[in-house]
Nanobody, 121 residues
Framework: QVQLVESGGGLVQPGGSLRLSCAAS????????MGWYRQAPGKQRELVAR???????NYADSVKGRFTVSRDNAKNTVYLQMNSLKPEDTAVYFC???????????????WGQGTQVTVAS
């Protein structure tokens, strides 16, 4: 079994910054793409940013230029640096990872438990 444990959420004023971390633990062969999604009250979960095992990234238009996703493959950890935060960034942020348990098999998708990010004055 694989666990994704997030940290770094909290309350921040508009214009402020936060850094989220998500570490994968357990038994597996490799991790493909890792990423962050968010879900605001009354809204569907949406992609924020993803990063491939090779470092290719993609972002939601709403966060381009403000958020940066990165990963440390040696630590099986993905990060989300969030700058210039806006009230509309308020949501529960979920970590996501595509995990390959055994060489040559398909990946399984795992989710973290979510961490609350609140942007308010």
């Amino acid at each position: 079994q694989v666990q994704l444990v997030e940290s770094g959420g909290g309350l921040v004023q508009p214009g402020g910054s936060l850094r989220l971390s998500c570490a994968a633990s357990g038994r597996f062969f490799s991790i493909n793409a890792m990423g962050w999604y968010r879900q605001a009250p009354g809204k569907q979960r949406e992609l924020v940013a993803r990063i491939s095992s090779g470092g290719s990234t993609n972002y939601a238009d709403s966060v381009k230029g403000r958020f940066t996703v990165s990963r440390d493959n040696a630590k099986n950890t993905v990060y989300l640096q969030m700058n210039s935060l806006k009230p509309e960034d308020t949501a529960v942020y979920f970590c996501n990872a595509g995990v390959v348990h055994t060489y040559g098999t398909y990946e399984y998708e795992y989710w973290g438990q979510g961490t609350q990010v609140t942007v308010a004055s």
